[in-house]
């Protein structure tokens, strides 16, 4: 049978939002998407970009390196559509990839019901790690051209019932590689034409089901990476190229394998 996405994928993503704080006391306010993945029976993770958690990550200068993360509000849907909002709990770990240039981060869901201050036992819409699709996914039944999918909270957002906003696109770069759009390696990211725009920043993309089972080339629809950004278009004034990058869901694999959390 085909993977499809977790009940509800348009509610799989969650808003996050974050508060940085300079030592001179100046705070720094951002925003981003994050989802959950299930890893095993009663555990799961928040996952996300680094870089909407750590402000100083890959910058290209050090304005930001004395702001430390002060807040991260997680805010979901419950089957009967209210809404919850999260606080991380201040020991809530974090894990990194090995490899610098993998902007992705999975965070242990260590967190207070806000308000008021108790603590929160479920998250609901989430992914499970037969969702993922593998390094062989990527090598031999991933393709360019093929179909995507992310939701999360760009600035065009439904700010008046807050809920996500679902985009669409098509794989662009050849996925058995590692894409770069500066000469040099970027991390194990592929390009799709898509219109990824600041807050979306950590949108699950998903590839959903090719054909039938009877068919040569169908595949099962994959969980194939997290939405990181765009490339602007330098020719345009800094511009949308319409090009946009997600980190592979290899990357999340890796990051469970190093940390020990299987």
């Not at 909407?52 to 009967?80: C, H, M, N, T, W």
């Not at 999360?152 to 770069?180: C, E, H, V, W």
């Not at 990211?189 to 990824?196: G, H, K, L, N, T």
Request: aromatic letters at 14%; charged letters at 20%; hydrophobic letters at 35%.
């Amino acid at each position: 049978m085909y993977h499809q996405p977790p009940a509800n994928f348009f509610y799989s993503a969650y808003l996050l939002r974050t508060k940085f704080l300079h030592p001179d006391g100046t705070v720094k306010e951002g925003s981003g998407t994050g989802f959950v993945l299930e890893i095993k029976e009663g555990f799961s993770v928040i996952v996300t970009n680094r870089h909407v958690v750590d402000i100083d990550y890959r910058q290209p200068s050090a304005k930001y390196k004395d702001f430390s993360i002060q807040e991260l509000f997680i805010s979901g849907r419950r089957p009967d559509d209210t809404t919850y909002t999260f606080r991380l709990y201040p020991t809530a770990k974090f894990f990194y990839s090995e490899v610098n240039e993998n902007d992705v981060v999975l965070i242990e869901p260590i967190m207070y019901v806000d308000p008021p201050d108790q603590f929160a036992q479920r998250l609901h819409w989430h992914f499970g790690l037969e969702h993922l699709a593998t390094q062989e996914i990527f090598d031999n039944l991933l393709q360019p051209y093929d179909d995507v999918a992310f939701t999360g909270f760009p600035d065009q957002y439904d700010k008046l019932t807050n809920r996500p906003i679902l985009r669409s696109g098509k794989i662009a770069s050849d996925p058995k590689f590692d894409y770069s759009w500066s000469g040099k390696f970027e991390g194990s990211c592929v390009a799709y034409e898509a219109f990824s725009s600041e807050g979306a920043s950590g949108s699950p993309v998903f590839a959903p089901p090719r054909g039938l089972h009877t068919i040569p080339g169908s595949r099962d629809g994959y969980l194939v990476g997290i939405n990181a950004g765009h490339i602007p278009d330098h020719n345009r004034y800094g511009g949308h190229s319409g090009i946009s990058y997600f980190y592979k869901s290899t990357v999340i694999l890796d990051i469970i394998h190093q940390a020990k959390l299987i």
